[in-house]
Nanobody
Framework: AVQLAESGGGSVQAGGSARLSCAAS????????LGWFRKVPGQEREGVAF????????SYADPVKGRFTISTESGRNFVLLQMSSLKPDDTATYYC????????????????WGQGTQVTVSS
């Protein structure tokens, strides 16, 4: 099984930056897909970005393209989310997630979740 632990987050002013990290432990294969989702109370959870650990292929949701960057390091079981030009609309609980199927199946393929970390962007 895969376990995920997020860190980072907190409060930041609009226009500022923040970085989230997620450490994956347990049975983490090179073919694991790691990603970030976010959720605001009363709204559906939405995908933010994901990365295929095997080859570094990334995908981003339209609202964060050009502002957020997901990354990892070869051979290391963690993923970073660098968030820049933050907006109040980015305020949410951010969750690290893993797709352990051996491929990145898209937003619906994630089956393991972290506990979440809060990011609050004030105007």
């Amino acid at each position: 099984a895969v376990q995920l632990a997020e860190s980072g987050g907190g409060s930041v002013q609009a226009g500022g930056s923040a970085r989230l990290s997620c450490a994956a432990s347990g049975t983490v294969y090179r073919s694991t897909c790691l990603g970030w989702f976010r959720k605001v109370p009363g709204q559906e959870r939405e995908g933010v970005a994901f990365i295929y650990m095997d080859n570094g292929t990334t995908s981003y949701a339209d609202p964060v393209k050009g502002r957020f960057t997901i990354s990892t390091e070869s051979g290391r079981n963690f993923v970073l989310l660098q968030m820049s030009s933050l907006k109040p609309d980015d305020t949410a609980t951010y969750y690290c997630a893993a797709d352990t199927s051996g491929n990145c199946r898209g937003w619906a393929g994630f089956n393991v979740w972290g506990q979440g970390t809060q990011v609050t962007v004030s105007s």
